[in-house]
């Protein structure tokens, strides 16, 4: 592939991975927010294809192939059910009153950003290159998936800020280093799953012994 | 060693707990012994005892292409989990038992909660084993998702509330280790080594010197911050005493006795590639200063106690930072001394917890002011959990008084002596909130000549008729039914209940008097970590 076209492609599938990000920040509606992380699984997913075909290497091919079917295809599909759920069981499908509203955290994002880019300076210096000089991007959304996960009430709202965390990280190390071996990105994806597969299940308990899903009704535990 | 015995030794301990888990799992006609539960742990106990008496000495035995790997770290962690599994999974049959008796658990529930127990012990075994730093990731995060319905598995407020934050904070601080297991890997990538090379610990270990320091210590700050969430010191503690306190009491034993100090096994794994990269200096400054924090909060939350499982809980915090104190110093003698807290930690803390289990089964409250004259009531009880407490103390005979004394005289003589006065201070606290709160519950009159004496009880019975007067009292757990009278007679406790106890403390005290053939294993598997 044209080095040029490949650089070009690259920056605008991490713009499109971290503008993602900060949308989810804005929406409140969570069947919007779902689609918005497909979406990101798809920036990620591109990626990887990107790398894959600007090395050469077949097998980044089918990883970022693997990666479309978990993160666009599995993972919401597993939110939306559990969102369902809780939309018949009492019309909760909206992120009501973050601990930190929208216009504040927006600004956080964009002040985490910067950070990031900052964090990740030895990062690049390391080895210049057009994926690496794309590295910060993850960092920042790892960053931003660490707010959403502290900062939301609705316990699917923390699914997806684990998620956003997880994506950033998937996505450090395509940019660094091509991704990990094999068999740890296999391992990884396979806890990612049963992770979340857990949270739904807990999703569920969660909702019929305090009759919602708000986290801070989590208070039963406490000195 | 022959590479069909080292396939056997180093995949046995996570093949056979898988198969033993799988056999709960499949539906069967007829039930399954509670003793099939004894097979997991006597098989991590065999290959680690067979390990141990190999590889100190030999070179470390790998097999599977380089996926598992054995040193004498791996074999004396082995032998850690096998011990402390094996008290775990005998007080088995007896908690179980009295929890159908209590009409909590069904044959169903018992079926399941096995299947993931022994699963939770193979997962453990895998990550002591794994050879690869991001296998070694898998398998740790693996034994969160493994506990999450253990530790959740009452469907209580208090239950879906303890899992719901242990699988979100441990998940989310496990995955900040795994983005600085890929920076470390990103380092190693650059100073030359090939994709299969650069995440094999062993060989990192050797080309440490040539990470770009910049990168590798981002990374390793975050490995620490990661894996210590999952070894239960700051800031990522919270879920450790709610997850504790509501596990069953044999997998709380577990989850404090090894999982801790597997996660934690996990930074003294890097610990040496940081050194190397780095200096001493800054892992030792991480550690301590996290080491201090975790004293102080647990410290802190103990004086305040009210719960007494969640008293051990605050108790483990204390023994981790003690650990991870011991690492900062880093010198071979505070190594070998961390390694025998971890034993000796492991041994009382299971002990601890199942009699802990057993109290919570017998007076049906898991408030500390409502226990009282436990050795009046139920002798071997008793007994079992004052001397647990006592070992947790660090008194002698104890091995966890030996292990204290030198992590002490390590730091000293390595220049680490302010540190060490602040966490003796800070243990000084621990130790007094401990003791007094053991004493009330295990010593005092026996609990049928306190009855007719004992305010609170007569302060129910006239609150029911007047109204506002048990005020004070705090809500009854929503159980959906009521429950029934304690029984406060004289109990006797089986030998099947007992003896895991029996045996637990006496190790304990063993390895507190002599370490006889463990020593060699023990100052090998120092080696391996404190090389300066």
Not at chain 2, 45 to 57: F, H, I, K, S
Not at chain 2, 482 to 491: A, F, G, H, N, Q
Not at chain 2, 519 to 524: Q, S, T
Request: proline share 5%; hydrophobic share 55%; aromatic share 6%.
């Amino acid at each position: 592939m044209n080095t040029g076209i490949y650089g070009q492609l690259l920056d605008l599938a991490a713009g499109i991975f971290l503008l993602a990000a900060v949308l989810t920040l804005w929406r409140r509606d969570l069947a919007a927010i779902v689609r918005i992380f497909a979406a990101q699984g798809m920036a990620l997913a591109a990626i990887a294809l990107l790398l894959g075909l600007h090395e050469h290497r077949w097998d980044l091919v089918a990883v970022a192939a693997g990666i479309a079917v978990l993160r666009v295809g599995v993972l919401p599909h597993l939110m939306r059910r559990a969102l369902a759920a809780g939309a018949a069981a009492g019309g909760e499908t909206r992120e009501t009153q973050p601990l930190v509203n929208v216009a504040a955290s927006l600004l956080t994002a964009a002040a985490l950003t910067l950070l990031a880019y900052a964090a990740a300076r030895p990062l690049v210096r390391l080895a210049p290159s057009p994926a690496t000089r794309a590295l910060p991007v993850g960092i920042a959304v790892v960053l931003i998936g660490f707010f959403t996960l502290v900062t939301r009430r609705r316990a699917l709202s923390q699914v997806v800020g684990f998620l956003l965390l997880d994506n950033g990280i998937t996505a450090t190390a395509f940019l660094a280093t091509s991704g990990v071996p094999l068999i740890v990105e296999l391992g990884v994806s396979f806890d990612l799953l049963l992770a979340v597969l857990v949270l739904q299940i807990l999703t569920t308990r969660m909702r019929v012994a305090f009759g919602g899903t708000d986290i801070d009704d989590l208070r039963e535990l406490h000195d | 060693m022959t590479p069909l015995a080292s396939a056997v030794l180093l995949t046995g301990p996570v093949a056979v707990p898988l198969a033993v888990s799988a056999c709960y799992a499949v539906p069967r006609r007829r039930a399954l012994s509670a003793w099939a539960g004894l097979v997991s742990p006597a098989a991590i106990l065999t290959c680690g005892a067979l390990l141990a008496a190999y590889v100190p000495g030999h070179r470390a035995v790998t097999t599977g292409g380089h996926l598992l790997r054995a040193d004498s770290l791996t074999a004396w962690m082995l032998l850690v989990v096998g011990a402390v599994a094996a008290l775990a999974c005998g007080a088995s049959p007896a908690y179980l038992a009295g929890e159908r008796d209590a009409g909590r658990f069904t044959d169903r529930d018992a079926l399941r909660y096995g299947a993931l127990v022994h699963a939770f012990l193979g997962a453990m075994a895998a990550a002591v084993l794994a050879e690869n730093l991001g296998v070694l990731w898998v398998a740790v995060e693996a034994t969160t998702v493994v506990t999450a319905f253990l530790v959740g598995h009452r469907h209580t407020r208090a239950s879906v509330e303890a899992a719901w934050k242990y699988v979100v904070i441990c998940s989310a601080g496990i995955a900040l280790a795994f983005l600085g297991t890929v920076l470390v890997y990103y380092a190693a990538r650059q100073a030359g080594l090939s994709e299969s090379a650069a995440l094999d610990w062993p060989v990192l270990a050797a080309h440490a010197d040539r990470l770009d320091p910049d990168v590798t210590r981002l990374g390793i700050g975050l490995v620490v911050l990661g894996f210590g969430a999952k070894a239960g010191v700051v800031p990522l503690h919270a879920w450790l005493p709610d997850a504790h306190s509501q596990a069953p009491a044999p997998v709380s034993a577990l989850m404090s006795g090894v999982l801790l100090s597997v996660a934690f096994a996990a930074i003294l794994r890097y610990k040496v590639i940081a050194d190397a990269a780095l200096g001493t200096g800054y892992v030792r400054l991480l550690l301590a200063g996290t080491a201090l924090l975790t004293l102080a909060v647990a410290a802190g939350l103990l004086l305040a106690q009210r719960d007494y499982k969640r008293m051990l809980a605050y108790s483990s915090m204390e023994h981790m930072s003690l650990v991870a104190l011991g690492t900062a110093v880093g010198s071979p003698l505070a190594i070998s001394a961390v390694l025998l807290h971890i034993a000796g930690h492991g041994l009382a803390k299971s002990v601890a917890f199942t009699s802990a289990g057993r109290i919570l089964q017998l007076r049906r409250t898991s408030r500390i002011g409502r226990v009282r004259g436990l050795l009046a009531q139920a002798p071997a009880l008793g007994a079992a959990f004052g001397l647990a407490v006592v070992a947790l103390l660090g008194l002698p005979p104890f091995s966890l008084f030996a292990s204290e004394i030198g992590i002490v005289r390590a730091a000293f003589a390595d220049g680490m002596g302010w540190p060490v006065a602040v966490a003796l201070l800070l243990v000084l606290t621990a130790f007094a909130a401990l003791a007094a709160r053991t004493a009330r519950m295990v010593l005092g009159q026996a609990p049928m000549a306190t009855r007719a004496a004992a305010p609170a009880e007569v302060k129910v019975a006239v609150g029911a008729g007047v109204g506002g007067a048990s005020r004070s009292d705090p809500p009854a757990p929503a159980e959906g039914r009521p429950e029934p009278p304690v029984d406060e007679r004289p109990v006797r406790i089986g030998a099947a209940a007992w003896l895991p106890w029996a045996l637990g403390l006496l190790a304990c005290a063993a390895l507190g008097t002599a370490l006889g053939p463990l020593g060699h294993v023990l100052h090998a598997a120092a080696a391996v970590i404190g090389g300066h």
